[in-house]
T-cell receptor, first 111, second 113 residues
Framework: GQQVMQIPQYQHVQEGEDFTTYCNSS?????IQWYKQRPGGHPVFLIQ?????EVKKQKRLTFQFGEAKKNSSLHITATQTTDVGTYFC???????????FGTGTRLTIIP | DADVTQTPRNRITKTGKRIMLECSQT?????MYWYRQDPGLGLRLIYY???????NKGEISDGYSVSRQAQAKFSLSLESAIPNQTALYFC????????????FGPGTRLTVT
């Protein structure tokens, strides 16, 4: 079955430093979604990318979808304490709305 | 009020007991999902339903069963709980439109002793 891996599993950064998490799928994806889960909370949808090579920005967050639609990245510029949490990517197989979630990257911020 | 609710929020049960986790939604979505979260393993799909008459197994359905009582209600049962089913369980919904965005409930923390 489809597998979605994320690296790194954990990332500790000083406040103000940048952060990047990478997502790789074993199969081609029709789209990639990103979710954020705050400590003690539930996953919350951030964004969806659909097109090959697509780049989207949300303030300090930049999301990219690879040309082959098998990988994606999330980059946060100048991290803040509010960025703490676990970031998950998720993708469906082509023609299937069932999502496979990545293993997640847990971000902690050192003030 | 929250759009997706789960009950109970926390539950401690003993090995061999039957337990039901309930999920209700007011979003009017057809699609509902049950996930399990374990540290380092992300979210794994247990069961999903695209409408009231449609139930599908996910990647880790063994030891679990579900019931879609209505469009708004999707229950997960553990017929005979075992300690390795200790986890955080999430219900989610989606409307199946182009965004495929999923909306998650607050989760149920289940401990099997």
């Amino acid at each position: 079955g489809q597998q979605v891996m994320q690296i790194p599993q954990y990332q500790h950064v000083q406040e103000g430093e940048d952060f990047t998490t990478y997502c790789n799928s074993s199969t081609t994806l029709s789209n990639i979604q990103w979710y954020k889960q705050r400590p003690g909370g539930h996953p919350v949808f951030l964004i969806q990318l659909v097109k090959s090579g697509e780049v989207k920005k949300q303030k300090r967050l930049t999301f990219q979808f690879g040309e082959a639609k098998k990988n994606s990245s999330l980059h946060i510029t100048a991290t803040q304490t509010t960025d703490v949490g676990t970031y998950f990517c998720a993708g469906p197989d082509f023609g299937n709305e069932k999502l496979t979630f990545g293993t997640g990257t847990r971000l902690t911020i050192i003030p | 009020d929250a759009d997706v609710t789960q009950t109970p929020r926390n539950r401690i049960t003993k090995t061999g007991k039957r337990i039901m986790l309930e999920c209700s939604q007011t979003k009017g979505h057809d699609r509902m999902y049950w996930y399990r979260q374990d540290p380092g393993l992300g979210l794994r799909l247990i069961y999903y339903s695209f409408d009231v008459k449609d139930i599908n197994k996910g990647e880790i359905s063994d030891g679990y069963s579900v019931s879609r009582q209505a469009q708004a209600k999707f229950s997960l049962s553990l017929e005979s709980a075992i300690p390795n089913q200790t986890a955080l369980y999430f219900c989610a919904t989606s409307d199946g439109t182009a965004t495929y965005e999923q909306y998650f409930g607050p989760g149920t923390r289940l401990t099997v002793t």
